[in-house]
């Protein structure tokens, strides 16, 4: 089955309100086997509204509409909707409970404008909203599915999750959907493409393979269709296999799995410890490691050396380092790792020192260019990158790479 998702809300037109519900929606809708194959925002007017509504009946079997539908005179979803479907407003006793008890619960008093919000659809059916005042409305014309939400995402969530979804899935039966996402680092997406073409040829008929790079790594998903998620599941891990033999060097997990959560658990079985020296990171490493709960026991500082002053006054890094090679070197890094460690007595350290521009590069040494090191009790290891001019593309590279170096130096 074929949806469309229609947001409502001048915010998300105006940049004011990014638009989170609907890669939510399109997500766990995918999940269960529906496409989502557009998705369309329009603004909080009648005719806007309309066009929408009248343009998705055409294409899409679900329609599913969040926004506007709040207490105030800006929300008029419901009032298109009723032109739409040449409807009117009942008041639903069960909504209205719902809303009393709400109320009731928060200590505030009922106003009109809330006892309309127990108005529903008449020939439709009200969705109950567990988190708030404004129930989802569930509506069918000529074999088509309305569904509205609210546009606030703490509302719409578990409305999709606990009603919505499962109400579509009954309707579903026999059309599932499995996927499974494999997640490289260190190679682009060009050249990733080229190493598994003979891998992605073979895939079968009913299974198709997606890109998803982002600064640092490359996602791939395999998406599987079908009449039995089990076994389906059980192909797609034969393919995965399969794929682990042809670049075993770039895969670093699957699905939700992130280098962060990874590498706690590698310090958590080994316990072992962790510091890092930054430069042109200025910090962004430690925080992606202290983002993970858990990571104290572990990780014990970061010493944020921007400056060479602080290179040399804090970090230790010598003077004559510095002068003759620079701070974006290997001489520099590895001081800077082999360091760090020993101040903070540490297992493991990361440095990282580079150019992230716009400004500061040179011929020999243009913006873009980063030095990483990873030291142990016997040895650093360092490499160097390339990773352009774009300087928050190339702090979130170093990031990711850093992490995936010291991940393939603890296993191995």
């Given at each position: 089955?074929?949806a469309?998702?229609?947001?409502?809300?001048?915010?998300l037109?105006?940049?004011?309100?990014?638009?989170?519900?609907?890669?939510?929606?399109?997500?766990n809708?995918?999940?269960?086997?529906?496409?989502?194959?557009r998705?369309?925002?329009?603004?909080?007017?009648?005719?806007?509204?309309?066009?929408?509504?009248?343009?998705?009946?055409a294409?899409?079997?679900i329609?599913?509409?969040?926004?506007?539908?709040?207490p105030?005179?800006?929300?008029?979803?419901k009032?298109?909707?009723?032109?739409f479907?040449n409807?009117?407003?009942v008041f639903?006793e069960e909504?209205?409970s719902d809303?009393?008890?709400i109320?009731?619960?928060?200590?505030?008093?009922?106003t009109?404008?809330?006892?309309?919000?127990?108005?529903?659809?008449?020939?439709?059916?009200a969705?109950r909203?567990?988190?708030?005042?404004?129930?989802?409305?569930?509506?069918?014309r000529?074999n088509?599915?309305?569904?509205a939400?609210?546009?606030v995402?703490?509302?719409?969530?578990?409305?999709m999750?606990?009603?919505?979804?499962?109400?579509?899935?009954?309707r579903?039966?026999?059309?599932?959907?499995?996927?499974k996402?494999?997640?490289?680092?260190?190679?682009?997406e060009?050249?990733?493409?080229?190493?598994i073409?003979g891998?992605e040829?073979?895939l079968?008929?009913?299974m198709?393979?997606?890109?998803?790079?982002?600064?640092?790594?490359?996602?791939?998903?395999?998406?599987a269709r079908g009449e039995?998620?089990?076994?389906?599941?059980?192909?797609i891990?034969v393919?995965?296999?399969?794929?682990?033999?042809?670049?075993?060097?770039?895969?670093?997990?699957?699905?939700?799995?992130?280098?962060e959560?990874?590498i706690?658990?590698?310090?958590?079985?080994?316990?072992?410890t962790?510091?890092?020296?930054?430069?042109?990171?200025g910090g962004a490493?430690?925080?992606?490691?202290?983002?993970?709960?858990?990571?104290?026991?572990?990780?014990?500082?970061?010493?944020?050396?921007?400056a060479n002053?602080?290179?040399?006054?804090?970090?230790?890094?010598?003077t004559?380092?510095?002068?003759?090679?620079g701070?974006?070197?290997?001489?520099t890094?590895k001081?800077?790792?082999?360091?760090?460690?020993?101040?903070l007595?540490?297992?493991?350290a990361?440095?990282?020192s580079?150019?992230?521009?716009?400004?500061?590069?040179?011929?020999?040494?243009?913006v873009?260019?980063?030095?990483?090191?990873?030291a142990?009790?016997?040895k650093?290891f360092?490499?160097?990158f390339?990773?352009?001019?774009?300087?928050?593309?190339?702090?979130?590279?170093?990031?990711?790479?850093?992490?995936?170096?010291?991940r393939?130096?603890?296993?191995?």
């Amino acid at each position: 089955m074929k949806a469309m998702i229609i947001n409502i809300g001048d915010e998300l037109l105006i940049g004011q309100v990014t638009n989170f519900n609907a890669s939510w929606m399109a997500a766990n809708l995918n999940n269960v086997g529906i496409d989502v194959f557009r998705i369309n925002i329009v603004s909080d007017t009648e005719d806007e509204i309309l066009n929408a509504l009248k343009e998705a009946e055409a294409v899409a079997d679900i329609i599913l509409i969040t926004g506007g539908l709040g207490p105030t005179n800006d929300d008029i979803t419901k009032k298109c909707l009723c032109r739409f479907f040449n409807t009117s407003l009942v008041f639903d006793e069960e909504t209205y409970s719902d809303i009393e008890t709400i109320f009731k619960i928060r200590k505030y008093p009922m106003t009109t404008l809330n006892r309309m919000q127990a108005e529903i659809l008449k020939g439709g059916e009200a969705i109950r909203n567990t988190e708030g005042t404004a129930p989802g409305l569930w509506y069918e014309r000529n074999n088509k599915i309305f569904v509205a939400t609210p546009g606030v995402p703490f509302e719409m969530k578990p409305m999709m999750t606990n009603y919505i979804i499962p109400m579509l899935e009954e309707r579903m039966k026999g059309h599932v959907i499995a996927h499974k996402t494999i997640l490289t680092q260190g190679i682009g997406e060009s050249f990733l493409a080229e190493k598994i073409a003979g891998w992605e040829g073979a895939l079968l008929p009913y299974m198709r393979l997606a890109y998803l790079p982002s600064p640092g790594l490359v996602r791939l998903r395999i998406t599987a269709r079908g009449e039995n998620k089990m076994e389906l599941q059980k192909q797609i891990m034969v393919q995965v296999e399969r794929l682990g033999k042809i670049i075993p060097e770039y895969i670093f997990g699957y699905d939700d799995d992130t280098l962060e959560k990874i590498i706690l658990n590698v310090f958590l079985k080994s316990k072992k410890t962790l510091s890092t020296a930054e430069s042109c990171t200025g910090g962004a490493i430690a925080q992606r490691i202290t983002s993970v709960p858990g990571s104290s026991s572990y990780f014990k500082g970061s010493v944020i050396a921007y400056a060479n002053q602080i290179k040399e006054q804090m970090l230790g890094v010598s003077t004559e380092t510095l002068q003759t090679f620079g701070a974006v070197s290997e001489e520099t890094v590895k001081e800077m790792a082999q360091n760090v460690r020993k101040i903070l007595k540490t297992d493991y350290a990361i440095a990282v020192s580079g150019i992230a521009g716009p400004e500061g590069g040179s011929e020999h040494k243009p913006v873009g260019l980063v030095y990483i090191a990873i030291a142990d009790d016997t040895k650093v290891f360092v490499q160097k990158f390339y990773f352009g001019e774009n300087r928050l593309v190339t702090i979130e590279k170093a990031v990711i790479t850093s992490l995936n170096m010291l991940r393939k130096i603890c296993i191995n």
